[in-house]
Nanobody, 126 residues
């Protein structure tokens, strides 16, 4: 399995921005379907944004238009640019990966991913 390490979390005020990174290493495949998930205390894990092996991206309705997912293939890094942050975006953010192609309708389903990072905390204050 590929190893994933997230960074870039922190504390910001409402309306601010953060850029999360997920560094991938040790994988046996050239390309992966990858995604960002988040989980707030007392809430279920939620898929936030994903990009599949073909480069197709998906976003949850709650972040569409504010978050952008991208890949730096040269650095084997997944990036989540988060703008116009809201207090409800506060959560632990984790990246996930699978070597399999995932269809657009299923990209935000956690059970389809088999490698997970430890997470990075994002806190947005009002």
């Amino acid at each position: 399995q590929v190893q994933l390490v997230e960074s870039g979390g922190g504390s910001v005020q409402s309306g601010g921005s953060l850029r999360l990174s997920c560094a991938a290493s040790g994988g046996a495949y050239a390309r992966y379907s990858m995604a960002w998930f988040r989980q707030a205390p007392g809430k279920e894990r939620e898929g936030v944004a994903a990009v599949n092996r073909a480069g197709f991206t998906s976003y949850s309705d709650s972040v569409k238009g504010r978050f952008t997912i991208s890949q730096d293939n040269a650095k084997n890094t997944l990036i989540l640019q988060m703008n116009s942050l809201k207090p409800e975006d506060t959560a632990m953010y984790s990246c996930a990966a699978t070597p399999f192609q995932i269809g657009a309708a299923s990209q935000l389903l956690a059970y389809l991913y088999n490698s997970w990072g430890q997470g990075t905390q994002v806190t947005v204050s009002s």
